[in-house]
C-alpha cells in the first residue's frame, strides 16, 4: 500500500446532482485538491484540502519565464461498482518527460500516481450519474519563485484537481489547415504538454474558428506540408483499410489515446503505418475514394471524426466512421476496457 497521503476533508462539500451533472466540462471542480511545494532541492509532503485559493507570490516565476506543465487524465465507474483509472503510469511517465525538457523537478510516483488514487477515491461521487462519464483528473506544475533572472527557477508547485465530465458526443469536427502559425518545429517543445504550447495555438483555433472550422490541422514547421495534429488531438486517418497516423518525431505530443488505439489495431491485426503523410496525400486519397475515415484522438473525445476538411481553397467532407470499421470497433473497445466491460490484457487501469 502507498504511504497515506494526510487529508482535510471540507466542511462544506459543493457537490449536489444537478451541479454535477449539468455543469459545462471544466467549469466546476471537486470538492478537494492535492498540493506538494518543491524547496531546498525536495518535493514537501502532498496534502489533500478543500478546493480554494492557495497562497503565491505576486508574480511567480511561471509568469515570467514559462515553466508551466501539465497532464489530463480520467477515472471511469467500472461495471459491478468501484472506480479505476486509465494508465496514470502512462500520464506519470510522460509528464516527467516534460520536466525534463522544461529543467522542473521530476514528480515522484508516490505523489503522482498515489495522490491521483487518493483524489479519485474521496471525490468519486463528483462521476455525473449519465453513462459514459468520467471525473477528470488535471495534475499541473509550475514555477513558483520569486527572483528573476532566466533560469530553472528553485520552487515549484505540484497540484491535482479533477472536475466531473459528462459523456463527450462529439459531433464530426471540422478542421482548417492552419498555413500561418505553426505548433511546433525539430527542437521545440511540441512533444511536451507544456504550457506554452496552448497558449501558441490560441490565436489559430480562434482565426479557424471566426471562418465556421472548430480548429486547425496543424502542419509540419519546416515545409508546411505534413500533417501533425488535429488541433488539440492527436489525428488518424484510414487509407485503403491502413490506419496511418504521423510519427512521433519531437514536434508531436505523444497522445495515451494515440498509443492505446495503435495497440489494440495491432492487437487485431489491422494494418497501421506511422509515418509522415502530406496534406496533399489526403486529399489525392479522398479523391480515390480511398480515404475511408480521418479521426482526432485525445483523452476528451476518445475518437472524434473529422467532417470537413479545408486546405488552402479545396475542400472535403471526409465519410463517418461507422460501427464495424476499424475505428468505430477499436473506439468500442477502448470503452470497454475502461468501463470494466471488456478484460484490461494489457493492465491500463488502476482501481482505486
Ligand atoms: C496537443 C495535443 N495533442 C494530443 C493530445 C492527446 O493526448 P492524450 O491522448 O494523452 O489525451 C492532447 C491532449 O492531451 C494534446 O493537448
Given at each position: 500500500m502507498?504511504?497515506t497521503i494526510?487529508v482535510?476533508?471540507t466542511?462544506a ?5 444537478q451541479?454535477?451533472?449539468?455543469a ?13 511545494d518543491?524547496?531546498d532541492g525536495q ?8 478546493y ?8 511567480p516565476a511561471?509568469a515570467h ?13 467500472q461495471e ?11 500520464n ?7 520536466t ?10 508516490s505523489i503522482f500516481i ?13 462521476i455525473?450519474a ?10 499541473v ?12 527557477s528553485d520552487?515549484y508547485?505540484?497540484v491535482i ?5 459528462g459523456?463527450?458526443f ?10 500561418t502559425?505553426v ?5 521545440g ?23 465556421g ?18 488541433g ?5 486517418f ?14 508531436i505530443l ?9 495497440t489494440l ?6 494494418p497501421?503505418?506511422e ?15 480511398r ?8 483523452t ?10 479545408r486546405?488552402?481553397?479545396r475542400e472535403?467532407?471526409v465519410a ?5 470499421s476499424?475505428l468505430?470497433?477499436?473506439?468500442a ?20
Amino acid at each position: 500500500m502507498p504511504a497515506t497521503i494526510p487529508v482535510t476533508r471540507t466542511s462544506a462539500s459543493r457537490l449536489t446532482p444537478q451541479l454535477r451533472d449539468t455543469a459545462p466540462f471544466g467549469a466546476v471542480f471537486s470538492d478537494h485538491v492535492l498540493v506538494s511545494d518543491f524547496a531546498d532541492g525536495q518535493w514537501g509532503e502532498p496534502r489533500i484540502v478543500p478546493y480554494g485559493p492557495q497562497a503565491l507570490p505576486v508574480a511567480p516565476a511561471v509568469a515570467h519565464y514559462g515553466q508551466g506543465i501539465f497532464e489530463g487524465l480520467k477515472a471511469y465507474p467500472q461495471e459491478g461498482g468501484g472506480v479505476a483509472v486509465f494508465r496514470v503510469d502512462a500520464n506519470h511517465a510522460r509528464m516527467n518527460r516534460t520536466t525534463a525538457r522544461m529543467a522542473m523537478p521530476e514528480i515522484p510516483a508516490s505523489i503522482f500516481i498515489d495522490g491521483t488514487l487518493a483524489l479519485v477515491a474521496l471525490d468519486r461521487d463528483w462521476i455525473p450519474a449519465t453513462p459514459g462519464s468520467a471525473l477528470y483528473i488535471r495534475p499541473v506544475m509550475f514555477a513558483t519563485g520569486e527572483p528573476l533572472g532566466v533560469r530553472p527557477s528553485d520552487h515549484y508547485r505540484f497540484v491535482i484537481e479533477t472536475c466531473p465530465s459528462g459523456p463527450y458526443f462529439s459531433g464530426a469536427v471540422d478542421l482548417l489547415a492552419e498555413e500561418t502559425y505553426v505548433r511546433a518545429f525539430p527542437g521545440g517543445t511540441g512533444e511536451a504538454k507544456c504550457a506554452g504550447n496552448y497558449a501558441g495555438s490560441l490565436v489559430a483555433a480562434r482565426e479557424a474558428q471566426a471562418r465556421g472550422f472548430h480548429n486547425v490541422i496543424w502542419l509540419d514547421g519546416i515545409e508546411r506540408r505534413y500533417v501533425e495534429e488535429a488541433g488539440l488531438m492527436n489525428i488518424v486517418f484510414v487509407i485503403d483499410g491502413t490506419v496511418v497516423t504521423p510519427p512521433l518525431g519531437g514536434t508531436i505530443l505523444p497522445g495515451i489515446t494515440r498509443a492505446s488505439i495503435l495497440t489494440l489495431l495491432r492487437d487485431a491485426g489491422v494494418p497501421v503505418e506511422e509515418r509522415r503523410i502530406a496534406i496533399d496525400e489526403v486529399f489525392e486519397a479522398h479523391a480515390a475514394g480511398r480515404l475511408h475515415a480521418a479521426a482526432g484522438v485525445g483523452t476528451a473525445a476518445t475518437i472524434a471524426p473529422i467532417g470537413r476538411l479545408r486546405h488552402r481553397d479545396r475542400e472535403i467532407v471526409v465519410a463517418p466512421i461507422t460501427p464495424e470499421s476499424p475505428l468505430g470497433r477499436v473506439g468500442a473497445e477502448l470503452e470497454a476496457i475502461r468501463t470494466g466491460k471488456a478484460p484490461d490484457r494489457h493492465a491500463w487501469m488502476r482501481a482505486v
